[in-house]
């Protein structure tokens, strides 16, 4: 069945032809297009073999009933739009449909189309509804699947973090120390000595990077741009990667709780330009402007679909993205992003000045 974008498709099953006919031309200049049948058994053919949007069955049909034909759609379709016509205003009738599921009860003959045409279009709207209320159900699970392997993702990799430096230096450390203790020579106590204590300035550099990592004290010492500076600085040091940068002072527009999330966006965004964008250079930049700040990090990397990372129904949705944009939600914020197949990315991030959780003061 051929239809237009805006088009409502509707199974008509109604055995009375002129009542049918006179429906269909009706319903055509309400831009519906409907498929008329006239028996149960004949809907049931055509509703397993076609797409529609809606379907309008009356009570008495022969063998197999409009109630039968709703029962049949129930079984694997709970909630498609279905309405019930009968020529009868028959109470226990209308209530038995409801309870099978109907979402309306007209009673015929029509005193004007709009009496159909408005319980279809609330019947589709409902259906709709539903529909992308279980999309977004599906979706909020699997965000939530997410973040809980994110989290023990992170939890798995500081234990390993602090297992394998701070908890093997220590423990060589100590080591080191009992030797010192049991020696007796004064030249190789002060080696063992000096050992110890290079362990420990070691430990020391461990221990402030998993800090950084955590959450950097200069972040709410000294501001986000020296963060920032700070974050670069480190990656550059530990990272086949150019990076370009200008920060202005942007701190005094900024809550705390703004601070971290940017900073928590701008080390997010420069990971995935590493990691995934494959980048050779990446610049980046904060600033204030016409009562904004601005965050912007662009990379020359492989780029992507915006849509498809983008989109909740995508299988490549980017859940590091949609974690920044839903930060950025609750502070007025919002992210643009730029970027195609083979031309790099630009990610650009705004706050109003001062934002705060849920509103934003001038």
């Not at 986000?224 to 990667?241: F, G, H, N, Q, Y």
Request: a negative charge; aromatic letters at 6%.
């Amino acid at each position: 069945m051929t239809n237009s974008a805006h088009e409502i498709r509707m199974l008509l099953v109604e055995d009375d032809l002129e009542s049918a006919k006179s429906m269909g031309v009706m319903l055509k200049r309400r831009n519906v297009a409907v498929r008329h049948v006239v028996s149960g058994e004949e809907a049931a053919a055509v509703f397993d073999a076609d797409v529609f949007d809606v379907i309008v069955a009356d009570v008495r049909l022969g063998d197999m009933t409009g109630m039968d034909v709703l029962r049949m759609v129930r079984k694997d379709n709970p909630d498609f739009p279905f309405i019930i016509l009968t020529a009868y205003d028959n109470l226990e009738t209308a209530i038995q449909a409801v309870q099978l599921g109907a979402h309306d009860y007209i009673i015929k003959p029509l005193l004007s189309i709009e009496t159909l045409i408005e319980p279809v279009k609330r019947a589709i709207g409902h259906y709709n509804l539903v529909k992308e209320n279980g999309a977004l159900r599906g979706r909020l699970r699997k965000l939530a699947s997410e973040l809980l392997r994110v989290e023990e993702k992170e939890r798995h990799r500081l234990a390993s973090d602090l297992h394998d430096s701070v908890g093997q230096s220590l423990a060589l450390a100590k080591i080191k120390i009992e030797q010192a203790m049991d020696e007796a020579n004064p030249a190789s106590r002060e080696l063992y000595i000096a050992e110890t204590l290079n362990i420990i300035e070691q430990v020391i550099h461990e221990t402030r990077t998993l800090i950084f990592d955590l959450s950097p004290p200069i972040l709410y010492d000294l501001g986000i741009e020296c963060a920032l500076d700070s974050l670069v600085v480190r990656t550059m040091k530990t990272e086949p990667i150019r990076i370009a940068y200008k920060f202005e002072k942007v701190s005094q527009f900024l809550s705390p709780e703004v601070s971290v999330v940017l900073f928590r966006a701008a080390r997010e965004l420069l990971f995935n330009a590493i990691k995934y964008a494959h980048a050779e250079s990446v610049s980046m930049s904060i600033y204030s402007n016409d009562g904004r700040v601005h965050l912007v990090v662009e990379d020359n990397g492989i780029g992507f679909d915006v849509e498809s990372v983008t989109s909740y129904s995508s299988e490549t949705f980017g859940y590091g993205l949609f974690s920044i944009r839903e930060r950025l939600n609750n502070y007025e914020g919002t992210m643009t992003i730029d970027s195609c197949e083979g031309k790099g990315t630009k990610v650009s991030l705004v706050v109003p000045s001062n934002a705060k959780n849920g509103s934003c003061g001038a």
